[in-house]
């Protein structure tokens, strides 16, 4: 039997998803929700939900000690274009949570940490396409500054102290259960919403703006192949670079317009365009592939017809 789990920010985009496949899979009660809030029927109805607040040590240690919790998945956090307005909440947020669950597992109070990296770890002078493991990475932005940092301590934890973290660095993430957190791919799941009630949408990324998505289930797969892959595998102790599919604004129109022909798409850049711009285009993932069986299984096509049928 799988030792208990918790899984913090439990009711973001990607906990929603990742608690109900983890609950599925090892049982509804072995699978601890939380969040600072509550989230939907299907999470809250489906097994055992705590209010807990990612920054409070004492909080989070009372919780792992009460259920015998044995992992950690951390979701919280601050995303892209929400971290740019609050910079210092961002920071706190995202470096305060990293730190206390690194230093429950540091004194051997969880055996294993799953945190999410992200391609925002990259820069304008990272280059653009199948864009390395290892690289340059400057990131611009407070998020990635924030997810970069993170990284380096995760390696400097399972170094120093023999934490067993795991970690990819997330592409945009296209689902359909929840919607996106304040992230600068948000558009590629807006459009199908749009494209389903008004039949058209207004994009704030330009005409030509290339990035890396992913569609959910691939992405719940990869963490939960990563996480219980044998610790030798994971030769990388940072983060993972994962992909499967790139494309522009026009592109997933197009392919929207497969279905519903009627569909059109305008453009109105805003602040999140200078985010866009400053991150890779396509991602190298032979490291994960190689080490761990990595493989993505959704194309953008496939994506469409999953988001469509849903969403309808
Ligand atoms: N969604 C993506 O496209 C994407 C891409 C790359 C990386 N990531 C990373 O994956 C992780 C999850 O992202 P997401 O898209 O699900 O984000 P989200 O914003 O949808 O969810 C985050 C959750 O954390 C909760 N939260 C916020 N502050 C908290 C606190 N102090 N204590 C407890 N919970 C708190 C929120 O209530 C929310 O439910 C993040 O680390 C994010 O940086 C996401």
Same mark, same amino acid.
Request: glycine residues 6%; hydrophobic residues 40%.
């Given at each position: ?36 809030? !509550? ?154 919403? !749009? ?118």
């Amino acid at each position: 039997m799988h030792r208990p789990i918790l899984i913090i920010g439990a009711c973001g985009q990607i906990g929603t998803e990742l608690t109900m496949e983890l609950r599925e899979k090892y049982g509804n009660e072995r699978v601890i929700a939380s969040d600072i809030r !509550e989230g939907g029927d299907t999470l809250m109805g489906s097994g055992p939900f705590e209010l807990l607040d990612a920054t409070n040590y004492a909080a989070i240690e009372d919780v792992v000690m009460h259920y015998e919790i044995d992992e950690i998945y951390l979701m919280a956090a601050m995303l892209s274009a929400t971290a740019e307005k609050f910079p210092m909440r961002a920071w706190n947020l995202n470096m305060s949570s990293l730190f206390n669950v690194l230093n429950l597992a540091k004194e051997s109070k969880i055996s294993k940490i799953f945190w999410p990296s992200s391609i925002a770890v990259f820069g304008p002078n990272t280059p653009k396409e199948d864009t390395a493991q290892s690289t340059i990475m400057e990131p611009s932005t407070v998020y990635g500054i924030s997810k970069q940092s993170g990284e380096r301590w995760c390696e400097y934890y399972f170094k120093k102290y023999g934490v067993d973290v795991r970690s990819v660095r997330y592409p945009g993430l296209i689902s359909w259960k929840t919607m996106p957190g304040g992230g600068t791919t948000d558009y590629a799941v807006e459009i199908y919403h !749009e494209a389903l009630k008004k039949g058209h949408y207004e994009s704030f990324l330009a005409k030509g703006t290339k990035l890396p998505m992913m569609y959910m289930d691939d992405a719940i797969r990869a963490t939960i192949d990563l996480m219980e892959s044998p610790s030798e595998k994971i030769k990388v102790r940072s983060s993972y670079n994962l992909a499967s599919m790139s494309f522009t604004p026009e592109e997933i129109a197009e392919s929207i317009q497969n279905h519903i022909p009627d569909f059109t798409i305008s453009y109105a850049p805003d602040f999140r365009q200078q985010i866009a711009d400053s991150w890779p285009s396509s991602i190298d993932d032979s490291a994960a592939k190689a080490q761990w069986g990595w493989e993505p299984k959704f194309n953008l096509d496939q994506t469409t017809l999953e988001m469509l049928n849903n969403l309808k």
